[in-house]
């Protein structure tokens, strides 16, 4: 532990590098919060209409999880070289595959989320004249909102690590850092980039934590 | 748009005999890949498998079991590989290390949901026939954890591999190598045939170990399993995750 305290070059962490390197770590911080809050937002945006569809009909929901599970198996590099014939070495490469595995993960959690629904709930708003659409957003929606916020959160979580290796294509983030340091043998950056990833990862789930409490005050989730 | 071009280039690489010769090759890259995936699979199961039976037959630890795994989230696959590289150096040693510390919680969490899913009164029976601890956790709670067990054995395998390949970073060997090794030299085609040989072996490892599965322990729905959700991590998870890696 000595070495982490010490201040020089040859430290895990040299303090005077990474004061000099403000802007840089701001730059990188965008970038990483871009690709991460993209893929998510677009992510969320395909799956929970898809998940409602699905949970309507057995036809969407089994090929749209079949297909996603395929995806999901392939690893992030794999997936983004597998793009970049297509999309090159744009942010478009990451973006779509990194959607692609957030989209998986909230397909299946909004899907888990609305067929846990009791019946009895459904039949009672039936019964009550709910129209279609007003039984959706007013009473499974909101049912579902805590299986929709979880996996909002694994989603948000896995994503901020998976950022870390669009460095690899060009794509800049605190992967960066990490492949800066790697390169030249210097640890600053490599401790750097891998906490600052982990400080985002902790304070992303913690904000969204606070979120899901302020939206469902009824209710006290506890983390998956 | 260069698809049909670049495809064709890309088939003309499988089909170039250089490719499927000498350490380069593709054979020789299949089993550094199969072989650091199984080793490090392998040392994390020793490690993790008797934790996870034993936390699970005491009851204790859940607080443990659940929280290690996901903060195992959050470390990046890529940031643990290259800080292991500082301590052990480039290779093979960093890439088995890395990936044995990133499958080792999600596979004693596993281990540990599926003993405390074994029904009360099937333990209280056993306690009532006389067994003894070590009788219980081998004879009764084991076997009855054992699909849950499997399925997280193989969400955390197939993780292994995908980490893996993000390990050709480090200069461990593996199909992983064409891609990175494609990137630096702006080799697209190499790129685009190491990513398919990647994706194809990970698919081809989720499909088998699934079948082994099937076999090993039947019966059991295990996909829609929570535990084996909660193992995703990324894919990952892995993974999920983990998730995806």
């Given amino acids: 532990m000595s070495t982490l305290a010490a201040n020089g070059p040859d430290s895990w962490l040299w303090w005077d590098w990474v004061v000099r390197h403000g802007d840089e770590i701001w730059f990188r911080t965008k970038e990483h919060v871009f690709l991460t809050v993209v893929s998510v937002v677009v992510g969320t945006l395909l799956a929970v209409p898809a998940a409602i569809l699905g949970s309507r009909t057995k036809l969407l929901a089994t090929p749209l999880l079949l297909v996603g599970g395929v995806i999901y198996t392939i690893p992030s590099l794999a997936l983004f070289a597998l793009l970049i014939p297509w999309t090159g070495l744009s942010r478009t490469t990451p973006l779509i595959a990194l959607t692609s595995y957030t989209l998986l993960i909230l397909f299946r959690n909004t899907l888990t989320g609305l067929s846990s629904v009791p019946d009895d709930v459904r039949d009672a708003a039936h019964g009550m004249g709910y129209s279609w659409g007003r039984q959706l957003l007013r009473i499974e929606l909101p049912l579902a909102l805590p299986a929709i916020i979880a996996g909002i959160r694994i989603a948000t979580v896995t994503t901020i690590g998976l950022v870390t290796v669009a460095a690899l294509v060009a794509q800049g983030g605190y992967g960066q850092f990490i492949l800066d340091g790697y390169q030249r043998s210097f640890r600053t950056p490599i401790v750097l980039g891998s906490a600052l990833s982990i400080l985002l990862a902790v304070v992303s789930d913690v904000v969204l934590v606070g979120l899901q409490r302020a939206m469902m005050p009824w209710t006290r989730v506890p983390s998956t | ?245």
């Fill in chain 2, 1 to 245: 748009m260069i698809a049909a071009t670049f495809l064709g280039e890309v088939v003309a690489w499988f089909a170039d005999g250089a490719n499927w010769s000498g350490p380069g090759g593709i054979p020789n890259r299949f089993f550094e890949y199969a072989e650091i995936t199984f080793v490090s699979i392998a040392i994390a199961s020793v490690i993790g498998l008797p934790l996870g039976f034993l936390l699970g037959h005491l009851g204790k630890g859940a607080l443990v079991a659940i929280n290690v795994s996901n903060i195992g989230r959050a470390i990046p696959s890529l940031a643990l590989l290259v800080l292991t590289v500082q301590i052990t150096g480039i290779g093979n040693t960093p890439a088995i290390v890395a990936l044995v510390a990133l499958s080792v919680p999600p596979i004693v969490t596993n281990t540990y949901v599926g003993m405390r899913g074994v029904d009360r009164d099937v333990r209280e029976a056993a306690h009532g026939m006389g067994m003894t601890g070590w009788q219980r956790l081998t004879r009764v709670e084991a076997p009855l954890a054992l699909p849950l067990v499997m399925a997280g054995l193989r969400t955390s395998t197939v993780q292994v591999a995908a980490t893996a390949s993000l390990a050709a970073v480090v200069a461990s060997g593996g199909f992983g190598r064409y891609i990175v090794d494609g990137l630096a030299t702006q080799d697209y085609v190499q790129v685009f045939a190491g990513a398919v040989l990647v994706a194809g072996f990970c698919i081809a490892l989720e499909l088998g170990l699934g079948l082994v599965e099937a076999r090993v322990a039947p019966g059991r729905v295990r996909l829609e399993s929570p535990a084996a959700h909660r193992a995703v991590p990324g894919l990952a998870g892995t993974a999920a995750p983990a998730g995806p890696s």
